[in-house]
């Protein structure tokens, strides 16, 4: 493996972005720490999976409670859809998960043109906001811009109830599966499916996302502990832990406190960050 000090070196910087990148929408660490670790540091599979699971459990619990302080968690739907998540994680480990030893190329590939298509939407989202912001300091209809900048606020697809709770569940058991298989927390997922299926706004969806991303990780921790060689990784993960605590702060600082134009555009950046360097370290590994 990677001595600790060249580890520090290039591994603090990532997970500060990765902190940022996770308290505007909670972005799993996933798909820059696994192939960053398994594919260029040498770590073994499981502890590299492992990794990233206490990187996105940590990250849950910081962004949950924070976001539980200003009333932006939905405790109940959390809990709800946590019952399809929590599925797919048992049936993604105890059905899927071995096969991942045969396949763990894909491992080193990461998801950076995925996040970047993400990343767009929002600043897309961002531009059209702030549009909406300037018709309404020029026109002065405070309650009709209002009523439009809420209703523009998500990706909702506006789809008959039916169709989009059946597509929720779907979506959810196959982001608690990508749990279960190869730990990834998904929380990116989980807002995603709460803004285009529940109508849900940005910070709301984050919230909860956050809540039923630690729910997750908790039990993804202690289904690969006993596969993980904690005595190998252990001062790397000292590491790793602080400075993504460090991270998710920052981004929380400025998150809570930005209009839904801003926010938007702290979420598209950070994105767009963190999948270029998906992207490059794809190619490189």
Do not use: C
Not at 75 to 89: E, R, T, W
Not at 216 to 236: C, K
């Amino acid at each position: 493996m990677i001595s600790l000090g060249l580890f520090a070196l290039i591994f603090i910087p990532m997970v500060i972005i990765i902190g940022i990148a996770a308290s505007t929408i909670s972005f799993t660490s996933w798909s820059l720490v696994v192939p960053l670790l398994f594919g260029g540091f040498g770590f073994g599979i499981y502890e590299a999976l492992f990794f990233a699971i206490v990187l996105d459990l940590l990250n849950g619990i910081v962004l949950s409670v924070r976001y539980a302080q200003i009333k932006e968690v939905d405790f109940k739907l959390g809990l709800i859809s946590s019952i399809p998540m929590l599925i797919g994680a048992f049936g993604g480990f105890f059905l899927l998960q071995e096969n991942i030893l045969a396949h763990s190329e894909i491992l080193k590939g990461g998801i950076g043109y995925l996040v970047l298509l993400v990343a767009l939407l929002f600043l897309w989202k961002g531009k059209n906001d702030t549009e909406m912001q300037n018709i309404e300091e020029n026109n002065n209809a405070m309650l009709e811009i209002q009523t439009k900048n809420s209703e523009s606020s998500t990706f909702s697809l506006r789809l008959p109830k039916k169709w989009a709770i059946s597509l929720l569940i779907i979506g959810l058991i196959i982001s608690g599966a990508l749990g279960g298989v190869v730990g990834a927390g998904s929380g990116m997922n989980y807002a995603l499916l709460f803004m285009v299926f529940l109508n849900r706004d940005l910070m709301r969806a984050t919230g909860t996302s956050s809540f039923m991303m630690a729910i997750v990780m908790i039990v993804a921790l202690f289904l690969f502990m006993p596969l993980v060689n904690l005595s190998l990784i252990w001062s790397y993960l000292l590491i790793a832990t602080i400075f993504t605590v460090i991270g998710t702060n920052i981004g929380l600082k400025y998150a809570l406190q930005m209009s839904r134009a801003k926010l938007n555009y702290m979420v598209g950046f950070a994105l767009l960050g963190t999948g270029i360097i998906a992207i490059i370290q794809a190619i490189v590994l």
